[in-house]
């Protein structure tokens, strides 16, 4: 598991904390979100015949993705998710971090006082590493 600390949180509160990722080939996946871009693997698991589930948590996240396989209900295609954010305080520091892993990170641009660089896992989702400087 992560090793965030355990926030207090409200009765009306709705929080994400998983997100599906829909990938080809899982083992791939999996290495290039864990040795490339620094997911921490929390999970990996063969419930039943047919279904394997992998849990990965970005570093310093409260929301993970699932890698899965098997499951019904939740089948999409490879390369449909786009642009989930990762919020960064620091965007050259995070994307040189990545490049340095192997990962193709795009040029820092920025939006009218919001920073951006994407990046594309194996399958063709999108990322975007965001930066926002007001916030700390």
């Known amino acids: 598991m992560t090793e965030n600390p355990v926030p207090t949180i409200s009765p009306d509160a709705l929080l994400l904390e998983l997100v599906l990722v829909p990938v080809s080939d899982i083992d791939r996946a999996k290495a290039f979100y864990t040795e490339q871009a620094g997911f921490t693997a929390d999970v990996d698991v ?3 015949e047919g279904v394997r589930i992998v849990q990965l948590t970005p570093p310093g996240s409260y929301c993970s993705i699932t890698l899965s396989a098997g499951l019904p209900g939740t089948e ?4 449909s998710l786009r642009g989930l954010h990762l919020v960064v305080a620091d965007i050259e520091a995070a994307r040189a971090k990545l490049v340095a892993r192997g990962v193709d990170v795009g040029p820092v641009e920025d939006a009218g006082g ?3 660089a994407g990046f ?3 399958d063709g989702n999108t990322w ?9």
């Open 128 to 136: 975007t590493l965001q930066h926002m400087p007001w916030r700390r």
């Open 114 to 116: 919001v920073l951006y």
């Open 120 to 122: 594309a896992d194996p």
């Open 46 to 48: 063969r419930p039943s």
């Open 76 to 79: 999409m295609t490879p390369d």
